[in-house]
């Protein structure tokens, strides 16, 4: 079977550990949208301190002014990053007020941004994190972008191997430490229209159903499962739960969008 | 005339193979649109096989679902590439169904992803090519997202200067090895409403005449050849025949769009 | 307070000038959007000849086919870029046509383009410019595409630090010597409706006022100074005075886009 095999003539292992001396990835997750300046301005900054540093833009569309959903998202999505990587998270709708800025480790990953709840469910699901109150300033800073003038400087010296200094905050005195461990609603909506919700899909019991503004889908592995123009539920590619319809949108045909609560039964 | 002279002090060749030693640029074709974190996934998946990988998204709006219209775009987008660049490319409708991953090698460039003809053209204009079928899978690889789990890893490992085992497939094997060398289509319409076809402008006959949708635009060199408001074409700066109207929208003016039929006659 | 202190081990300096020997940075502003070749295009010709070039894109959305909107912005997002770094910026509905390039130096920064006025107030505004027309082409240049066949090699080159040789052209002889030095128009919407004008805010008298399409915004430091829904004036993150709605959208709340007028008065 020599044809049909595509070898390599070294090991399968990523690299990263072996050959790699430059700073750690920083990935950004905005809401600032894929046009306009923002996002450049704040990955300026953080190479002003890093300049080899690679930047990937994980989602410039996370629910806007939404950190609560967008946790859920940051959660899911930070788990196959590497370990080390720097995740630049700003869906900050409080800037200029007085909600802190924070660092939390967790499962290997460091995590810059507001304390707005929007790393509450990362530490938490990654189990043993750590937090840091950021108190250090730009003196010339900002009063509406604490992404470039705060945080970004901040990222990049964690990606450079930098480590806070001072004593741990508990984790369990941020914003979102409240909130539920997994959240039955839509949480983000992709190009597609599929609509992923907050639910982890290991967390449910087997032959659990889902119902979504009316609508019963079946569950299926991939699209194809079912008849084109039907819905599905699935576990997406990082394990939540999510609703979609072959060859269609889902969010225009089912009506459904960030927010929209999804119920979760265990057969009867 | 030293006034208007722009001269440097050395010479005019890239410098590509006097002074880089890292991986060879990566380089992506996607449908999966500008905001969303597929496209970062999947670059993270290869930076963690090259973490100082330099990647390049050159198309994120290829024809969505649309791989054959999409393989005229890649054969004419990846020749003006350097070579040694690897093309990882996913318009992937078939994700999760039995449709193989090919690598193949043609021009002095990679590409690596489904065989569903993406790359069939490519292959076929730059002539000798060759291709590989993609056995390996990653061990927790999932139903829908290969283009992270499989082709990434592999298009990384191919970046970093590992090559293929095994014995090549015959790439007249490969789907979209009886698709028409030119596709008398509109395959892409740009953000000015610009629409490209899949015809290499080369290979028409001198004065040879464009109609398309009861139009017949007169060839022009530049938009400017022709007044405000009026259709016309010219090969695009990829070689492509490309129909536009000076100061306007081709796509809504015309009322055309991908898969409108272009018609092409010699001179009566 | 040592809680509540984010310190680090190291000095807060950047730390460009000491450890990063690569090129400097590539910064583009164009009008090409977030979609679509061109721009990567663009990037691949740059990279030839600087493989290891860290590229920004500033802006995708600069004003579309208006380099005089477009020139306000460039001068003012310029001015919090690294010193060396290199703009590359591509706003340039004259291409095809007699319109020459140039390079112009300005602040510590480079600029490559059109000469059709996109650097007049960053050259202006900086002080001590000098510029160079680019006589050079490439032997293959098309006809419509000038930001990759001309203005990306020469900005990499730039980059990597190579020098303009021959005489420098008079700044005052370049398109846009006559523009005002601050633009009472809007220049910019942002992604939330947020209207940029071209006015420096440091330039208005204290208690100056504010008129835009029959509204007079108050002026205030950041949203949340003034009710939900009410327009607002402030200086934004850049130093340009922008008009905005709290919790909303003030493009399509007030009526205003590119080009809309904007009175400043002083107080009576």
């Known amino acids: 079977m020599s044809r049909d095999f595509l070898g390599f003539s070294r090991s399968d292992a990523p690299c990263r550990h072996h050959t ?6 920083l990935v950004t997750i905005t809401d600032f949208g894929s046009q306009g300046p923002y996002l450049a301005q704040m990955k ?8 080899d540093l690679p930047i990937l833009d994980l989602f410039t569309d996370a629910p806007a002014f939404n950190p609560r959903a967008a946790a859920y998202l940051v959660s899911a999505y930070a788990a196959d990053l590497p370990e080390g990587a720097v995740i630049l998270g700003v869906v ?25 709840g929007l790393f509450a469910l990362a530490a938490r699901h990654a189990g043993g994190a750590a937090a ?16 470039r003038d705060i945080f970004a400087p901040v990222a ?40 992923m919700t907050g639910v982890r899909a290991n ?19 991939t699209f194809s ?6 819905p599905l539920w699935y576990t997406n590619a990082n394990g939540l739960v999510e609703i979609a319809v072959n060859a269609g949108r889902a969010d225009t045909a089912l009506g459904i969008g960030v927010g929209t609560p999804v119920e979760i039964a265990s057969t009867p």
């Open 132 to 147: 840091w109150r950021i108190a250090w300033t730009a003196p010339d800073a900002s009063a509406t972008f604490h992404g």
């Open 44 to 51: 300026a900054a953080a190479m002003a301190h890093a300049p």
């Open 92 to 116: 900050d709708p409080g800037v200029g007020s007085e909600r802190a800025g924070i660092v939390v480790h967790a499962g290997g990953r460091w995590f810059v941004g507001p304390d707005n």
């Open 225 to 230: 499962d079912v008849p084109e123009g039907t």
């Open 156 to 195: 990049a010296r964690l990606a450079r191997g930098e480590r806070p200094l001072g004593m741990p905050l508990d984790p369990a005195t941020l914003v979102g430490a409240d909130w539920p461990d997994d959240l039955a609603e839509i949480v983000y909506v992709d190009a597609y229209g599929n609509c």
């Open 203 to 221: 967390t449910l019991p087997p032959g659990a159903r889902v119902r979504i503004a009316g609508h019963a889908p079946a569950r299926g592995r």
């Open 20 to 25: 790699h001396t430059g700073p750690a990835m």
